[in-house]
T-cell receptor, first 116, second 113 residues
Framework: GAGVSQTPSNKVTEKGKYVELRCDPI?????LYWYRQSLGQGPEFLIY????????DSGLPNDRFFAVRPEGSVSTLKIQRTERGDSAVYLC??????????????FGAGSRLTVL | GENVEQHPSTLSVQEGDSAVIKCTYS??????FPWYKQELGKRPQLIID?????GEKKDQRIAVTLNKTAKHFSLHITETQPEDSAVYFC????????????FGTGTSLTVIP
């Protein structure tokens, strides 16, 4: 697509529920990133995919968080047993992922998650 | 890993004045430094970037300078306008860390008409 698309734009759920957030990157972008942003803070790294594999998942806060990218395009961030502290805007970004580096990162509009 | 620090956290300037935001980084292997502007409720948008093989880059009213020796880079906005009001984030990236991006904590810029 022309840009990075994220759905849903807003999600309100109850504590303990399961949530899935979807990201459709720019066509041809091999690298895909998930960030979490709380109010007044910078993007906090969660996980980064190069193709289908997770190149770096060191930012996932605990085992309730999991992400997949089975065909190297669309990615889904999955959060189990949601907690109120999970409330944030979840940003997805993509880049060409060229090994030479200096890849421009383009963000989606984010999915705002509110856990009641 | 890389650590990016950004200052100031808030900045208010009169319309027409200049604004400067500074970032430092720790990993000497970092070679790409983008700046993002984020308006309230919107996505971060790339406004300018610089690669480690140059010391300065300018695009109309905005410019970025890079000092690799001191490991710091700065965003300069001249002739500020009210529409420049937003949160600005710096970031650093290195192919040595798998093209990972590390962000500063942001600067909230307010341009007073």
């Amino acid at each position: 697509g022309a840009g990075v698309s994220q759905t849903p734009s807003n999600k309100v759920t109850e504590k303990g529920k399961y949530v899935e957030l979807r990201c459709d990157p720019i066509s041809g972008h091999t690298a895909l990133y998930w960030y979490r942003q709380s109010l007044g803070q910078g993007p906090e790294f969660l996980i980064y995919f190069q193709g289908t594999g997770a190149a770096d998942d060191s930012g996932l806060p605990n085992d309730r968080f999991f992400a997949v990218r089975p065909e190297g395009s669309v990615s889904t961030l999955k959060i189990q047993r949601t907690e109120r502290g999970d409330s944030a805007v979840y940003l997805c970004a993509s880049s060409l992922g060229q090994p030479s580096g200096a890849n421009v990162l383009t963000f989606g509009a984010g999915s705002r998650l509110t856990v009641l | 890993g890389e650590n990016v620090e950004q200052h100031p956290s808030t900045l208010s300037v009169q319309e027409g004045d200049s604004a400067v935001i500074k970032c430092t980084y720790s990993d000497s292997a970092s070679n790409y430094f983008p700046w993002y502007k984020q308006e309230l409720g919107k996505r971060p948008q790339l406004i300018i970037d610089i690669r480690s093989n140059v010391g300065e880059k300018k695009d109309q009213r905005i410019a970025v300078t890079l000092n690799k020796t001191a490991k710091h880079f700065s965003l300069h906005i001249t002739e500020t306008q009210p529409e420049d009001s937003a949160v600005y984030f710096c970031a650093a990236s290195s192919r040595n860390t798998g093209n990972q991006f590390y962000f500063g904590t942001g600067t909230s810029l307010t341009v007073i008409p």
